[in-house]
């Protein structure tokens, strides 16, 4: 079993739609947590942090539940400049060291006009 | 713009030679990392350096090798001892807790 895992996707959904995607992670030691964006063939850009207390961006919404172990992003009024794979991190190590970062593999959104 | 430079942006090379990647970044950042990325696979980590003269391995630093002689810099030799060297390769720097910020990559493809 793979220490952070998600659903490779795609998700396909029309303009305007809400989506959501959950990150599960194995280690309940973890202590922090986020979502990055990498657009085909880029960089991951960092998207947001996941605060436990959950936390909104415009139109992005993270959530985090220890207890389950897991992590969710929701989209609302999906835009076409959305699409793209969205990966879930999650931060193992002490202190915010930044070494011990885990990645998932990525869920492909694709936004439909 | 403060940013991290990664050169070249494709880089093709024969199996069996040495190659080495540049990662350069002015945003006085102490901590740099090196990771590779796979299709189907997340992002793995290769070498990361915390302070200058510094490095540690990763999960995968089998056959390669870094430097951290000055603190913009951080480049990674990619050595004939690794197996599956073709792979989009990724540096990083970050500040101590705080998210890492990429470079936009290499591409390496090894024939």
């Known amino acids: 079993r793979k220490e952070v895992e998600q659903d490779p996707g795609p998700f396909n959904v029309p303009e305007g739609a809400t989506v959501a995607f959950n990150c599960t992670y194995s280690?309940?030691?973890?202590?922090?947590f986020f979502w990055y964006r990498q657009d085909c063939r880029k960089e991951p850009k960092l998207l947001m942090s996941v605060y436990s207390s959950g936390n909104e961006d415009g139109r992005f919404t993270a959530q985090l539940n220890r207890a389950s172990q897991y992590i969710s992003l929701l989209i609302r009024d999906s835009k076409l400049s959305d699409s793209a794979t969205y990966l879930c991190v999650v931060n193992r190590g002490y202190g915010g060291a930044t070494n011990k970062l885990i990645f998932g593999t990525g869920t492909l959104l694709a936004v439909q006009p | 713009d403060g940013g991290i430079t990664q050169s070249p942006k494709y880089l093709f090379r024969k199996e069996g030679q040495n190659v080495t990647l540049s990662c350069e970044q002015n945003l006085n950042h102490d901590a740099m990392y090196w990771y590779r990325q796979d299709p189907g696979q997340g992002l793995r980590l290769i070498y990361y350096s915390q302070i200058v003269n510094d490095f540690q391995k990763g999960d995968i630093a089998e056959g390669y090798s870094v430097s951290r002689e000055k603190k913009e810099s951080f480049p990674l030799t990619v050595t004939s001892a690794q197996k599956n060297p073709t792979a989009f390769y990724l540096c990083?720097?970050?500040?101590?807790?705080?998210?890492?910020?990429f470079g936009n990559g290499t591409r390496l493809t090894v024939t």
């Open positions: 990083a720097s970050s500040i101590t807790n705080s998210p890492l910020h």
């Open positions: 280690n309940s030691a973890s202590q922090s």
